[in-house]
C-alpha cells in the first residue's frame, strides 16, 4: 500500500514536518545570502585573463 | 513501498520539534550568541552583516549541539537530579540515539559552515570548543574530579573569542580578557547553585566541591575565586575592550558581587539551612546579571565609539 497524503502519519507530524521544511528553506536562503555578500564583497573575485596567461 | 513500518502505537509519544530544540539548551544558547556577539562587536574589525549574521547564528547551532551530546552522555544522571529530570532524554521524550545524532550532526554542519561564512581559524576554535564541552568536560572532567566546573568552565568562555576571531581572524590580549572573565565567573556561579541544590549532585555521584571537600570548603572557594573575578573585572576597564561606562558598572557590580561572597563564607551551614539558602540564592542570581551587565557594558563601549563616545 503506497504512503499515501492522507495517511494519519502526516496529520500526526504536521507541527514538525512544517518545522523542519521552514528551517531547510531559511537554510537555502542564508547560503543563498552568504553566496551573494561574498561574490559582491570581492572574496571570491576570479583572477584576470591576462594575469592568468602569464 | 509500505507505510506498515510507519505506523506507531496508539498513546505511544511523537517527538515534536520542540523537544529536539530543548535538546540544544536555548537557555545556554542565548548565552553564547550574546557573548560572541559582543567579541564580534567589540573587536576593531567590522564585519558585513550577513555574515555577521550568519557567523553567529553556526556558533550557536555548535553549541547547542555540543548541548545534544552533553544530554545523551549525561542522560543517567541527568534522570535522578530534580533540576534536570525534566530534560527531553531522561523524561522520555527523545530517544537516546537520536539526540547523538543530532549533536552530531549538527556539530558538523556548525563547524563546516563557520569556515565556509567566516574564516577555517573561528571554525577550529568553535570544534575545539564542542570537543572540550562534550570530550573533556561531559565525558571526562565532570565525573573525576571535583574541578570539573573550574576547567570545564573554559568551553563557555571560548564563545566571545570566536566573535572576536570571525571578525579578525587572529587572537589578541582584549579577546582573553572576556574569555578570562567568563572562566573566572563560572566556578562561584556553579558553586552557590550546588550549595542550595544540596541533594542533586549527591544523588547523581557528581563530585562536585560540595559533595568532596564539603560546604565549608565550597564556600572558601567561593570566595577566593570571586576575589580575583574583581581584579580581573576592574582591571580590563582600563583596555581596549573597557571605558567609563565599563568601569562604573564593574565597581559597582564586583562590590555587591564580593559583598555576597563575603555573606556566603562567614555563614554557617546551619544559617543556610534555617533560612532555605536565601543568601546563595541571591548571590546565583546576581552572578547572571553581573555577567550580562559586564558584557553588556563591554558592548555599550563598542557601539558608542564610532562617535567618539565609548572607550577612553
Do not use: C
Not at chain 1, 39 to 45: I, L, Q, R, S
Amino acid at each position: 500500500m503506497a504512503l499515501r497524503p492522507e495517511h494519519e502519519i502526516h496529520t500526526r507530524r504536521r507541527g514538525r514536518n512544517v518545522g523542519v521544511g521552514l528551517m531547510l528553506a531559511g537554510f537555502v536562503v542564508l547560503v543563498l545570502a552568504l553566496t551573494f555578500t561574498k561574490v559582491t564583497n570581492g572574496a571570491f573575485e576570479l583572477p584576470r585573463a591576462e594575469e592568468l596567461t602569464q | 513501498m509500505s507505510d506498515v513500518s510507519y505506523n506507531t502505537p496508539t498513546g505511544e509519544y511523537d517527538t515534536q520539534l520542540g523537544d529536539y530544540f530543548a535538546l540544544l539548551k536555548p537557555r545556554v544558547m542565548s548565552l553564547v550568541v550574546f557573548t560572541a556577539l559582543v567579541g564580534l562587536i567589540a573587536a576593531p574589525v567590522p564585519v558585513h552583516p550577513v555574515i555577521a549574521f550568519a557567523s553567529i547564528l553556526f556558533v550557536a547551532i555548535g553549541a547547542g549541539a555540543s548541548g545534544a551530546l552533553n544530554m545523551w552522555w549525561d542522560a543517567d544522571i541527568d534522570a535522578v537530579m530534580r533540576r534536570t529530570a525534566k530534560r527531553p532524554i531522561p523524561s522520555g521524550r527523545v530517544p537516546a540515539g537520536e539526540a547523538l545524532s543530532l549533536g552530531m550532526a549538527l556539530s558538523g554542519l556548525s563547524v563546516m559552515m563557520l569556515g565556509l561564512a567566516a574564516n577555517l581559524l573561528s571554525a577550529a576554535l568553535l570544534a575545539f570548543t564542542i570537543f572540550f564541552y562534550a570530550v573533556v568536560y561531559s565525558m571526562w572532567l565532570k565525573r573525576a574530579t571535583p574541578q570539573n566546573i573550574v576547567i570545564g568552565g573554559a568551553a563557555g568562555a571560548f564563545p566571545p573569542v570566536i566573535g572576536w576571531v570571525i571578525a579578525t581572524g587572529s587572537f589578541s590580549v582584549e579577546a582573553w580578557l572576556m574569555f578570562a572573565l567568563i572562566f573566572m565567573w563560572t566556578p562561584p556561579h556553579f558553586w552557590a547553585l550546588a550549595l542550595f541544590m544540596k541533594s542533586d549532585y549527591d544523588d547523581a555521584d557528581v563530585p562536585m566541591l560540595t559533595v568532596t571537600h564539603g560546604r565549608k570548603v565550597t564556600r572558601a572557594h567561593i570566595i577566593a575565586y570571586t576575589v580575583l573575578l574583581a581584579v580581573l573585572a576592574v582591571g580590563t576597564g582600563f583596555t581596549a575592550i573597557g571605558g567609563p561606562l565599563y568601569l562604573a558598572t564593574a565597581v559597582v557590580l564586583n562590590t555587591l558581587f564580593l559583598k555576597g561572597a563575603y555573606d556566603i563564607w562567614r555563614r554557617p551551614e546551619e544559617a543556610a539551612i534555617k533560612d532555605g539558602y536565601i543568601v546563595e540564592k541571591k548571590f546565583f542570581r546576581l552572578s547572571l546579571w553581573y555577567l550580562f551587565a559586564h558584557f553588556g557594558a563591554i558592548l555599550f563601549e563598542a557601539v558608542l565609539r564610532p562617535f567618539g563616545l565609548g572607550g577612553w
